[in-house]
T-cell receptor, first 111, second 116 residues
Framework: GDSVTQMEGPVTLSEEAFLTINCTYTATGYPSLFWYVQYPGEGLQLLLKATKADDKGSNKGFEATYRKETTSFHLEKGSVQVSDSAVYFCARGGSNYKLTFGKGTLLTVNP | GAGVSQSPRYKVAKRGQDVALRCDPISGHVSLFWYQQALGQGPEFLTYFQNEAQLDKSGLPSDRFFAERPEGSVSTLKIQRTQQEDSAVYLC??????????????FGPGTRLTVT
C-alpha cells in the first residue's frame, strides 16, 4: 500500500544552519506530495506541496522538489530560525484522496 | 474566515465509556476527513465524507468507531466502549475539492482523547 518514510529525529540545529529532512514515498501512481508542519500547541499546517514530477514547492524559505526517479521529496531550508522549531510531516496523496503521512521529524533550532 | 474547529479539545474517558468528538469544517468545504494520531506518530486516515456521504471508512479500526455528517457540514466521530488503545489525538480536516489529492486539506487543532 501507500507509504511514506521520513528521516527520524530529533534534529537539533543552531540558528542559520542548513536543514535537510529526507522523505521517500511508495511509487504507486502519481501522487501529490506535501510537507505539513505542527508548531507546539497548534494544529497541522500545510507548508508546501508539489503535484507532479520536477515541481518545486516553496514557502517561508523552505523548498522541496518532487523527484520521481528517486521517489523523494526532501525538505530543505538554507538558514533555519528558532521559530522553525516544530514537527515536520511528509505526506502523499493519491487518487483515493486520503493523505498518508510519515512519522514526523522533530526539529529544534537553538539560538 | 474561521478555520476548522474541534470540540472538546481534551477528553478523558473511563474505559468502557462512549465518547463523541465534534468537527466544524470550514464553511463551504465539501470534503471532510478524520485522522487518528498516536503519540509520536503521523496521522492515520480513518474516514472520508463528501458532503453527507461517507465514501470511505476503511481506516476505522473497529466497529466501535462510527462517524456521521448528516447535513454535510458538522461531523461527529463516536467511539463506543472506549479502550485504552483508543487514546490518541483525533484530527479533522476539510477540503474545498470534491476529489483530487492535490487540493490541500485544512486541519483542526485536534481532540486529545485519554482513556483511563
Amino acid at each position: 500500500g501507500d507509504s511514506v518514510t521520513q528521516m527520524e529525529g530529533p534534529v537539533t540545529l543552531s540558528e542559520e544552519a542548513f536543514l535537510t529532512i529526507n522523505c521517500t514515498y511508495t511509487a504507486t501512481g502519481y501522487p501529490s506530495l506535501f510537507w505539513y508542519v505542527q508548531y507546539p500547541g497548534e494544529g497541522l499546517q500545510l507548508l508546501l506541496k508539489a503535484t507532479k514530477a520536477d515541481d518545486k514547492g516553496s514557502n517561508k524559505g523552505f523548498e522541496a522538489t518532487y523527484r520521481k526517479e528517486t521517489t523523494s521529496f526532501h525538505l530543505e531550508k538554507g538558514s533555519v530560525q528558532v521559530s522553525d522549531s516544530a514537527v515536520y510531516f511528509c505526506a502523499r496523496g493519491g487518487s483515493n484522496y486520503k493523505l498518508t503521512f510519515g512519522k514526523g521529524t522533530l526539529l529544534t533550532v537553538n539560538p | 474566515g474561521a478555520g476548522v474547529s474541534q470540540s472538546p479539545r481534551y477528553k478523558v474517558a473511563k474505559r468502557g465509556q462512549d465518547v463523541a468528538l465534534r468537527c466544524d469544517p470550514i464553511s463551504g468545504h465539501v470534503s471532510l476527513f478524520w485522522y487518528q494520531q498516536a503519540l509520536g506518530q503521523g496521522p492515520e486516515f480513518l474516514t472520508y465524507f463528501q458532503n453527507e456521504a461517507q465514501l470511505d471508512k476503511s481506516g476505522l479500526p473497529s466497529d466501535r468507531f462510527f462517524a456521521e455528517r448528516p447535513e454535510g457540514s458538522v461531523s461527529t466521530l463516536k467511539i463506543q466502549r472506549t479502550q485504552q488503545e483508543d487514546s490518541a489525538v483525533y484530527l479533522c480536516a476539510s477540503s474545498l475539492a470534491r476529489t483530487g489529492s492535490s487540493y490541500e486539506q485544512y486541519f483542526g487543532p485536534g481532540t486529545r482523547l485519554t482513556v483511563t
